[in-house]
């Protein structure tokens, strides 16, 4: 397992810690990240590299042909480590294949940085943080995204 984004298009998405507003975005994708234990730098920047190109935006026929930066989208990124709960056995669902704080954040982090550095504009929330997610889903549109762990990046 590698690391995971859930992204869901949106007319709009907010999130908020305490009711303070750490970011809010317009049109673009609300992405919901968790880390893995074995994953690496080059994962977030695949990772990052995907999100920006996916064509999920209709042009002017209603195809899904445009991506974020056609349309000059925003990005609000959200850690969640819940998205490694395995919950096959028991009712209590376990995050074992979760990576540590001290792992995730750094990668965290790196597919944010990754993302502006292709140009986008990015609101983020609070790692760690007991969060309030606010997400306008448009169509909807959602789709999830794995990285292998450790792949290499000639791999795709």
């Known amino acids: 397992m590698g690391m995971r984004a859930l992204i869901q298009r949106v007319s709009r998405g907010r999130v908020t810690v305490a009711e ?13 990240l968790g880390v893995g234990q074995r994953d690496v730098p080059e994962d977030a920047e695949w990772l990052a590299d995907r999100v920006i190109d996916l064509r999920l935006f209709a042009d002017q026929n209603g195809k899904t042909n445009l991506s974020l930066a056609d349309i000059s989208g925003e990005v609000l990124v959200v850690s969640q480590f819940t998205l490694y709960a395995n919950a096959n056995r028991g ?16 990668l965290y982090e790196r597919f944010i940085a990754h993302l502006r550095a292709r140009g986008a504009r990015v609101a983020t929330g609070r790692f760690g943080a007991q969060m309030q997610v606010d997400i306008l889903n448009d169509g909807p549109v959602t789709i999830w995204l794995e990285r292998e762990a450790g792949r290499s990046l000639g791999g795709g």
Not at 20 to 32: E, K
Not at 91 to 106: H, Y
């Open 20 to 32: 303070q507003v750490l970011g809010a975005i317009g049109q673009g994708y609300v992405v919901l």
């Open 91 to 106: 009712r209590r669902p376990s995050f074992t294949d979760s990576a540590p704080p001290a792992l995730a954040e750094p």
